[in-house]
């Protein structure tokens, strides 16, 4: 693959996560004041705007390294059976965390355990 191609990789789309994780109850730990202070101490990690979950943008190096996290972010996913999106562009990797609509920002303790897993 060419390091100037841009790949998109969705869990869920590729069959790699479980179809009934949708279904799956999600635990909401954190109130909604505590939100902000949580996003606050997770360097680079942000919210958008009606779309539930997290959003990092990262850059790297080279190529070859930015593939390596993307895949290191899909094996985590995968393993937590957390829906993630993963948006590889040369150098940079986006990915979001999908969460659930309904909660502060998608925030559950899974998308936060993700978060705090890939730093």
Known sequence: M?????VSINAVQEGLVMPAMASMPDKAHLKPERVQQTLARM???????????????????????SEAYAGLV??????RRQQVSIDLSGKQV?????????????????VYDLACALG
Do not use: C, N, Y
């Open 2 to 6: 060419s390091h100037a191609e841009q």
């Open 43 to 65: 360097m680079g990690w942000e919210e958008r705007p009606g779309v539930p979950g997290l959003h990092r943008v990262r850059g790297f190096a080279s190529g070859m390294e």
């Open 74 to 79: 899909l094996k985590l996913a995968v393993r």
């Open 94 to 110: 986006h990915v979001t965390i999908q969460g659930r609509p309904g909660r502060k920002a998608g925030f559950t303790d899974a």
